[in-house]
């Protein structure tokens, strides 16, 4: 073996040594997100630790255990077969790694069970660790079928328009449509998908919706499932929809704020105070003491019994006019002489002297 055949075979070898030693670490750095737990078994009340690394930095993840299944299969039932309300959150560092305590509780669904960690905002992953719950009843996993698989074919979109009572606060409502297609080899039945609803920085909400139908393999289907909102709800809206692990669409949504409702506020604070004002004024109105000679007091007055109406007051007697005599008659000398004009003063003086003679 000739010495430049020797080097170059010492040269192959110092680079293969390389390369293994540094493949487990890119394998740890690109692998998926791992966990582990402190006990596999433990009772209700008792407490495990949770573990887990490869994950992203500094990410919300959520902690839960979980009913009727595996770490090969997944939660069946999704997030109802878990304990919820014992569940526990955990922010990554900056590794990606985490430990976290969590309370040993019964899920609502029976054994096998598993420590269900996933993530909360961002890029969805998840993890699952067998687990064992003492005392927990134990059943067959609930059978699923293993050869469909749903993508979709083609855009998603949101249909339907606002009514006149969302403009005054109501839920607004679409429908998401998408068409999707099986590239399985099993036909899917009523396929369980998940909505999730996310506005602004916030995590989605996800709510379950089932599509009733089957889609076969190598067929397609279009699917319509309903979207709605929280009442008042206004601003932009991420819509995504799940199928298992995967989310297989997401479709922004903008929505207009409802003026309605201000538009009845702002009568609301006039109305309100512009009747308070008039009532107030009425009151104050009827209550307040007036003089007696004025009309209103006269008008307050009240009659006794059987009293005549009386008509209006005379303004005043003329002064040759006495209401208790008898009306002025013209003398039959004077034919022209107006009714009501006062006489000369010679007849008045010729009845006086008259009148006065025994």
């Known amino acids: 073996m000739t010495p430049g055949l020797v080097l170059l075979l010492a040269l192959l070898s110092a680079l293969t040594a390389l390369a293994t030693l540094g493949a487990p670490e890119a394998r740890a750095a690109e692998g998926e997100p791992s966990v582990s737990l402190s006990k596999k078994e433990a009772g209700k009340g008792g407490e495990i630790t949770v573990s887990g690394d490869g994950w992203r930095p500094e990410t919300l993840l959520t902690l839960l255990i979980c009913g009727e299944a595996t770490p090969e299969q997944g939660v069946a039932g999704g997030t109802n077969s878990c304990a919820n309300a014992d569940g526990r959150a955990v922010t990554t560092d900056e590794k990606g790694a985490f430990s976290k305590k969590l309370p040993v509780a019964e899920p609502p669904k029976p054994c096998p069970c598993v420590v269900h960690v996933a993530t909360v905002t961002g890029e969805q992953a998840l993890a699952d660790a067998e687990f064992a719950v003492a005392g927990h009843p134990t059943a067959p996993l609930p059978r699923r079928t293993g050869g469909g698989k749903l993508a979709v074919l083609a855009t998603t979109r949101l249909e339907g328009d606002s009514s006149l009572l969302t403009w005054f606060g109501a839920p607004p409502a679409r429908q998401l449509v998408l068409t999707v297609g099986n590239l399985g080899t099993d036909p899917v039945k009523d396929p369980v998908f998940a909505i999730g609803t996310a506005h602004g920085v916030y995590a989605p909400q996800w709510e379950e919706r ?10 397609r289907a279009q699917v319509k499932l309903p979207v709605e909102l929280s009442a008042g709800a206004h601003g932009d809206y991420q819509i995504s929809l799940r199928y298992g692990k995967r989310v297989l669409a997401e479709q922004p949504w903008g929505v207009g704020r409802p003026w309605g409702v201000t538009l009845f506020w702002v009568l609301l604070c006039l109305v309100v105070p512009a009747a308070v004002f008039r009532t107030g004024m009425a009151v ?11 009309a209103a007091h006269r008008r307050r007055r009240t009659k006794p019994p059987g009293t005549p109406e009386r008509g209006p007051e005379p303004a ?14 013209a003398p039959a000398s004077a034919p022209h002489s107006a009714p009501n004009s006062p006489p000369d003063s010679a007849p008045l003086e010729n009845r006086s002297t008259t009148k006065g003679q025994p």
Do not use: E, H, I, K
């Open 284 to 294: 104050v109105d009827r209550v307040r003491p007036r003089p007696a000679g004025s």
């Open 210 to 219: 089932q599509w009733r139908g089957t889609v076969a393999p190598g067929g």
């Open 316 to 329: 005043g007697a003329l002064p040759w006019f006495t209401p208790d005599s008898a009306p002025y008659r």
